[in-house]
C-alpha cells in the first residue's frame, strides 16, 4: 500500500480527531501542503532524470512519519533534510503497523540509492504499534549463556 504518485495538496484542512469525531465545532483549520513522489510516498517530487545523492537516512513508520495533517514543510523528514543537511526518503504509509513498515523496506529499499552508514530511523509508537503481529525477522533473539570455552574463544 502507498499513496497516488505525484500528490500536490495545497490548501486547508484539520486534524484526524476532529475528522473521526465527526464534531465541525472540533475543527481547527490549518494551511497543509501534502506532496508524494512518483513512488506514492511523502516526499518531494524529483524531476525525470534529475539523479538523487546517495540517502543518509530512510525514515520508516505510519502516521508519524507520514504527518498527514502537518505541511509537508514541517515533517520530520523536511525538517531532518533542512535543519541537518541530510539526504532523507521517507517510506512511512498511514495506518499501517511495523510488518506492513518492514515490507515496505525490503520491498522498496532495492531501488534506493545508499552509501556505507546509510541510517533507517524506525518510528514505532508504543501506542498501537507494539501490539501488532511482529514475523520471527522482527522478535529480539533471547540472549544464549555462553560456556567458558565460548567466552575465552572471543576473547
Do not use: M
Not at 7 to 34: C, N, P
Amino acid at each position: 500500500q502507498r499513496y497516488p504518485p505525484r500528490v500536490e495538496f495545497d490548501g486547508e484542512t484539520y486534524g484526524d480527531l476532529a475528522a473521526v469525531s465527526g464534531r465541525a465545532a472540533w475543527r481547527a483549520w490549518h494551511h497543509v501542503r501534502f506532496a508524494t513522489d512518483e513512488y506514492g510516498f511523502r516526499n518531494e517530487p524529483r524531476s525525470a532524470g534529475d539523479a538523487a545523492p546517495p540517502l543518509d537516512l530512510i525514515v520508516l513508520g505510519d502516521s508519524f512519519g507520514v504527518a498527514a495533517s502537518t505541511t509537508q514543510e514541517e515533517t520530520l523528514s523536511a525538517v531532518l533534510a533542512r535543519d541537518y543537511g541530510l539526504n532523507v526518503y521517507n517510506l512511512s504509509i498511514s495506518r499501517e503497523g511495523p510488518r506492513h513498515e518492514y515490507a515496505n523496506l525490503l520491498f522498496e529499499g532495492p531501488r534506493l540509492k545508499t552509501r556505507e552508514g546509510t541510517c533507517v530511523l524506525w518510528l514505532v509508537f508504543a501506542g498501537d504499534d507494539l501490539d501488532d503481529v511482529y514475523p520471527a525477522e522482527l522478535l529480539n533473539p533471547r540472549p544464549r549463556r555462553q560456556g567458558l570455552f565460548e567466552r575465552l574463544a572471543a576473547v
